[in-house]
Structure formats: structure tokens, C-alpha cells
């Protein structure tokens, strides 16, 4: 972990709300993994505001890239940021998704929980399927990103504005039904909001699959010790114990969790 000063070096908008952040910062670029997160402070809030925590979105050639969606002060005042400004970032925090695979890599996200899939579709062993829902087209991000590296990609929206109308799981049920027919094994990555993990994570457990999670807690201090993002857990031998999603995750497996 390090906190040091990054100077943005691309700063743009990507569609409807959504930017992209790239940042210089190759102390936390050449450690960070897939699923992990930092914590920046927003310049103009220190003193009346904490730091936001950010999913990493990609992290190369000494890179830090951060993917995320104008939602209110914080990210206001992100937003008005230029190329040649600097942050203060914390990172890289938490655990990261595993990036060994026993079958067939499937993620899913919903909404911006993309961010952290696309960075773990980079890392992966193999190429697989990728699940994104949404509310409307101008929610679904990186389909294209996806496709580009190689992965086969499925789009839903509720209000069927693009791909499929419905739920994420819809395609998902499908393709998991096809590869089950195949004898094919699959590992499970999901990211977005927690009925959808939840929905995920009970699919991983129905089908004895691995189902890896990224838990969205209010993280304040992002390194365990405010007890803010605390979530109940299940040890392997049953046993139920609290851990803190920043510090114990935010990736769990599915029998992990306690909803």
C-alpha cells in the first residue's frame, strides 16, 4: 500500500455521466490486482469531506486507471479536474479476485461494476463470456472494450434500450445451461449492486461452481480500521464471524457470505 501524489495525465468523459481517470502513479500501478481498490481525496473537500473509494479499472505501464459516474459533491469536484493536476491516492487496498481458473471465466456486471471486470478480463488465463446489465443503454459501458479483447459479450437493460430486456441473469442462465450440457465447468466474477451478487452467488452454489463477489460496503477508511464496512461472514467449518470489506475483501466466494 502507498499514498503518494499522482499527476492526471488523461481525464475525459466516457458516455452520459461516466469518465475516465488516468493517472501517473507507478508505485500503485505495479501492484495493484484485479478486484482491489484505492482511495482518493477529492481536492477542495479535505477538511469537510473523506477520502472515495475507487474500483481500479486498469493499471499499466505505471498507469492507474479509475472508471466512475458523477453521483454527487465528491465526484462533482472530480469531475473538474484537468491533466496535469495531482491527487492524493491510497493504494492498492483490499483483496483481489483470484486469477487462477478451473473452467470456463464468467463475469458479470451491473452497471459501473464493470470496471473492476474489465482489469480482471485483461489478467485472465482465458478468454470466456461477459454478462452487463443495466437500467438503459446509456448505463452499459465497455461492451465494445470486452469484445475487443476477446471475450464473448451479453447486454441487458430494464428498459430494453439495448440487448436483451430483463435482468442479467438471463443470459447468464443460458449460457451456464449450455456449458452444463457440455460437462463444462465454470468460474463465476460478478460486481454490481447486491441483489445481483446475491442472484450470482446463489448460481455458484446451485451448480457447485466457484462464485467470486465484489462486496460494495461504504468503506471510510478503506484499511480495516473504522468497523464501517463490516459484513457477516462463514468460515469453511460453518462458523459465522464479522470481517471488514475493505480490509477482508472486497472479493469473497459465495459460501463466504451471509446476506
Not at 491510497?90 to 463475469?107: A, E, Q, S
Not at 471486470?117 to 437500467?135: N, V
Not at 442462465?173 to 465454470?186: A, G, M, P, S, V
Amino acid at each position: 500500500m502507498k499514498d503518494i501524489l499522482c499527476k492526471i495525465i488523461h481525464h475525459a468523459p466516457l458516455k452520459a455521466g461516466y469518465w475516465t481517470l488516468t493517472l501517473d502513479a507507478k508505485e500503485i500501478a505495479s501492484q495493484a490486482q484485479p478486484g482491489q481498490f484505492v482511495h482518493i481525496r477529492i481536492p477542495s473537500l479535505e477538511n469537510t469531506a473523506l477520502r472515495r473509494p475507487f474500483s481500479i479499472f486498469g493499471a499499466t505501464d505505471g498507469k492507474l486507471k479509475i472508471l466512475y459516474k458523477t453521483v454527487g459533491r465528491g465526484t462533482d469536484k472530480l469531475n473538474a479536474l484537468k491533466t496535469g493536476d495531482t491527487l492524493s491516492v491510497i493504494g492498492p487496498l483490499g483483496k483481489g479476485f483470484p486469477l487462477t481458473l478451473k473452467g470456463v471465466p464468467l463475469l458479470v456486471a451491473g452497471g459501473y461494476g464493470v470496471a473492476p471486470l474489465c482489469f480482471l478480463a485483461e489478467k485472465l488465463p482465458r478468454k470466456g463470456y461477459a454478462f452487463i446489465g443495466a437500467r438503459t443503454a446509456d448505463d452499459i459501458l465497455c461492451s465494445e472494450l470486452l469484445q475487443y479483447m476477446g471475450w464473448t459479450v451479453y447486454t441487458t437493460t430494464q428498459d430494453g434500450s439495448m440487448g436483451e430486456t430483463g435482468l442479467v441473469t438471463l443470459p447468464l442462465d443460458r449460457q451456464i445451461n449450455q456449458l452444463k450440457l457440455k460437462n463444462l465447468t465454470f468460474d463465476l466474477f460478478a460486481c454490481g449492486p447486491d441483489g445481483m451478487l446475491k442472484a450470482v452467488g446463489q448460481r455458484a452454489i446451485e451448480h457447485n461452481m466457484l462464485g467470486w463477489l465484489s462486496l460494495d460496503k461504504h468503506m471510510v477508511c478503506g484499511v480495516g480500521a473504522c468497523l464501517a464496512c463490516i459484513q457477516k461472514l462463514r468460515k469453511e467449518d460453518g462458523a459465522e464471524w464479522t470481517g471488514r470489506v475493505c480490509r477482508d475483501g472486497p472479493i469473497f466466494e459465495s459460501r463466504e457470505i451471509i446476506w
